[in-house]
């Protein structure tokens, strides 16, 4: 499949299912590489088999896998396992998120494949990575959620374990195995030599604890859910309005001394409890009572005008409805269509990664069938359809 990019000219042997590799392999995809799933006879990914369909196909699928190949192949079937080693005989990259040993139980380990395929870079996305005491011990991004910390900082006070409404720890994985990839083609290309990448849904969701780390190890204090409030930042959360919610991020003292005057309250500048961020961090509820009642005064539209007028950061609570009718969305390209020959005109979320050398196109090719290109693959290897 034909595509241009920085990765043009780079094929990705995609083993992954579900979520966190195929995440990584479509952000490949994007940047040009051409990606063929391996799949399992039969069922194929699991995610073949989540909603919401249409015309009984998954768009979650279609939406995590367009613009890549597929070919059913059972690794442990020896007719298979020939086809498969012929592709990795042409691939520059492997893609696995199996539970670490699943590859050596199929004669396919790092070492294995780097003796026999020594340009082939591996890269493994599992729960816990290919060490360690928890290192064969299965995850799910829930899992990790929970494990990592970062549910533990989601939430309001007092609220019940929150999830984050996205499957930070599938996606944080992704992207951390998509980057470490590039970085391993990039020393490849310098010197010649493949490298294993191995990476760890929960030292991801670590690495994306941000400051909480930070505060923890500085102050001893463990990081609690703090609703829409930024630990070390105030003014800087969501506070109420005559019709909702709005947000408000005044990141330093320029920036709460514009917002005072545009709210008409040149007192809370003076006020010496908010004279510096960190006088205001401490002092929060205490500003927090002072802007709330001011704030309800007029519905969000008529506080956001004022306040973008005077150059203050701050937007509506959007729904993903509003959030996709936003005109950035439109201006940057970031709800493409893909045409499925069986379920027709599919919207999904674009492509972030802008890069001037390259097209952004509106439409993007669909996802495969399961097998679907089984007999241009085995033509282009050589073997017999």
């Not at 995850?139 to 309001?156: E, P, R, W």
Request: proline fraction near 9%.
């Amino acid at each position: 499949m034909a595509s241009t990019g920085p990765l043009s000219g780079i094929t990705v042997i995609d083993l992954s299912r579900i979520l966190a590799g195929p995440y990584c392999t479509l952000l490949m995809a994007e940047l040009g590489a051409r990606v063929i799933k391996v799949e399992p006879p039969g069922k194929g990914d699991d995610a073949r088999h989540y909603g919401p369909f249409k015309e009984g196909r998954s768009t979650y699928f279609v939406s995590i896998n367009r613009g890549k190949q597929s070919i059913a192949l059972d690794l442990k079937a020896p007719a298979d396992k020939r086809v498969f080693e012929a592709l990795l005989a042409k691939g520059d990259v492997l893609v696995e998120n199996f539970r670490p040993g699943t590859m050596e139980k199929l004669g396919y380990g790092w070492e294995t494949l780097h003796a026999r395929y020594p340009r082939l870079i591996y890269a493994a996305a599992s729960g816990f990575g290919h060490s360690g005491p928890y290192s064969r011990h299965p995850a799910y991004d829930m899992v990790v959620q929970g494990l990592g910390g970062i549910m533990s900082i989601t939430g309001h006070p007092g609220s019940p374990p929150t999830r984050v409404g996205t499957s930070i720890g599938d996606i944080g994985a992704g992207l951390y195995t998509a980057i470490a990839v590039n970085a391993a083609l990039l020393h490849r290309e310098r010197t010649g030599e493949a490298t294993k990448v191995d990476i760890a849904m929960f030292d991801c969701q670590l690495a994306l604890l941000e400051n909480a780390i930070m505060r923890y190890t500085t102050t001893g204090d463990i990081p609690g859910p703090m609703g829409a409030r930024h630990p070390s930042i105030t003014p800087f959360e969501a506070f109420p309005t005559a019709d909702g919610h709005m947000i408000i991020a005044a990141g330093n003292d320029g920036l709460y001394l514009k917002l005072c005057a545009a709210l008409g309250r040149p007192d809370l500048a003076q006020d010496p409890r908010f004279a510096t961020n960190d006088l205001r961090n401490r002092n929060g509820d205490a500003l927090r009572a002072a802007l709330d009642p001011l704030l309800r005064g007029k519905p969000t539209a008529e506080w956001i005008a004022i306040l973008e007028g005077a150059g203050i950061p701050c937007g509506p609570i959007n729904n993903v409805a509003q959030a996709l009718a936003h005109p950035q969305v439109k201006a940057r390209n970031m709800l493409v269509e893909t045409n499925d020959p069986k379920i027709g005109t599919v919207r999904i979320a674009g492509n972030p990664m802008k890069l001037s050398a390259f097209a952004d196109p509106p439409t993007r090719p669909p996802a495969p069938d399961l097998d679907g290109d089984r007999a241009q693959i085995l033509r282009e290897l050589g073997l017999q359809p």
